[in-house]
């Protein structure tokens, strides 16, 4: 064999390019940030810290009673300002998601930095472990995060090249098909013929049903569809930029057609698979692409839909490997979590966590998590089609406790 021989690549399955990802994580400029920073910082300079995210100074900024921007009067014992103007008194959590805490400002941003470092996320049962909080508090203090990003981050118009694709999330006959290899029944020799293709016994009973006939009355109710759009990054090799997700029961040419409308300008190109619900794309948008992945993953021209599938395949790591039981009132809270780590990937840690402040502080006060541990929970799961009432997973109210065995 020659020595040209050896070094050709592969005809059939070509190398895949590298994109710098893995460089970027091993850099320098990776980690600006860690937790020892966090150990020698004070309760004022995390309020000056807070304050700087927000408002971008720590001495002028404007009262979130009055809307008043002035050097407003600060207390140290406190660790408050004064308002110039109405006279009342005001913290850096005043009229955030963060507001009546009782937590340290300085353990809530410990415990942020822990959760946004997270790969793919981190659990609240680990972070009540690492930190010695109770679980309802760790619980509610991660979703509050989560309803920041789907408020503050998940919103707005995008314009350029953007890649469609929906994946099914919840709603999966896991139990009968765990701890079973693949192929189990099958019997060696002549495949069986399908029971649908059988003669029938007695009479002429009409064609044959085709095998996914009836398949929506047969999908579990659990099932619920994730809907993304991802748009290119302009630097080439760098992936997607921005991302937008939603929340559906089923990929109708309604569901995606209103998660579009929302999301893309009409300037937009879209790419897509060749699922027929996208076939109103091109009379929405500037051009729609399409790409068969029975045949090929990308055309020579770039059409393709890759960085949407990449997404779905973090958001199914998240929810199957780490969060484990994400239910579907609270599971676009879970999927804006992972559009925006999707987002700020390539953000350095300590821009990172500045980042999910300066989203999370900017919505206002909380809409579905104060009050939570008095039972002021929200009813609905956000769908595409409207709010839906979402069924409890907890003990009915007036339900026994099954007695000790």
């Known amino acids: 064999m020659s020595a040209a021989t050896i070094t050709d690549k592969p005809a059939n399955f070509p190398l895949r390019k590298r994109t710098g990802t893995a460089a970027f994580h091993l850099s320098k400029e990776a980690v600006d940030f860690g937790l020892e920073d966090l150990e020698r910082m004070t309760p004022l300079e995390t309020v000056r810290y807070f304050a700087t995210i927000m408002w971008g100074s720590h001495k002028e900024m404007p009262c979130p009673h009055c809307g008043t921007i002035d050097e407003h009067y600060w207390s140290f014992k406190e660790l408050r300002w004064k308002c110039a103007c109405c006279g009342k008194r005001f913290s850096v959590t005043s009229g955030t998601v963060f507001a009546s805490r009782k937590l340290p400002l300085l353990k809530i941003l410990k415990i942020a930095y822990s959760w946004a470092n997270g790969a793919s996320g981190k659990p609240a049962l680990q972070l009540r472990r690492d930190w010695n909080i109770s679980y309802p508090t760790a619980f509610t203090l991660v979703h509050k995060l989560r309803e920041g990003l789907l408020r503050g981050h998940n919103a707005g118009m995008l314009c350029g090249i953007q890649e469609v694709d929906g994946m099914d ?175 700020v990937r390539r953000l350095s840690t300590g821009k990172k966590v500045a980042h999910l402040f300066r989203v999370v502080l900017s919505v206002g006060r909380s809409l579905w998590w104060r009050g939570y541990s008095q039972g002021h929970h929200r009813k609905d799961e956000l769908l595409i089609e409207g709010a839906r009432p979402a069924a409890g997973r907890g003990k009915k109210v007036g339900a026994k406790a099954k007695p000790p065995r």
Request: net charge positive; glycine share 8%.
């Open 169 to 343: 999330v919840n709603g999966r006959r896991y139990k009968e098909k765990r701890n079973k290899p693949q192929g189990a029944g099958r019997t060696p020799g002549k495949p069986a013929i399908p029971a649908e293709l059988l003669k029938p016994a007695e009479g002429f009973v009409g064609p044959p049903t085709p095998p996914k006939w009836g398949k929506a009355a047969k999908q579990n109710v659990e099932r619920r569809l994730l809907l993304v759009m991802r748009q290119r990054g302009v630097t080439k090799g760098k992936g997607a930029s921005a991302t937008r997700i939603g929340i559906a029961i089923t990929e109708c040419t309604a569901t995606v057609t209103a998660l579009a409308k929302k999301y893309a300008s009409t300037e937009s190109i879209v790419m897509s698979d060749e699922d027929p619900s996208y076939a109103s794309f091109k009379q929405l948008f500037a051009d729609h692409r399409t790409i068969n992945h029975s045949k090929e993953f990308s055309k020579p021209d770039g059409t393709n839909n890759n960085q949407a599938e990449s997404f779905n395949w973090r958001v199914r790591r998240a929810i199957e490997g780490v969060y484990l039981s994400a239910s579907n009132k609270y599971l676009k809270d879970y999927a804006a979590e992972q559009a925006w780590r999707e987002d």
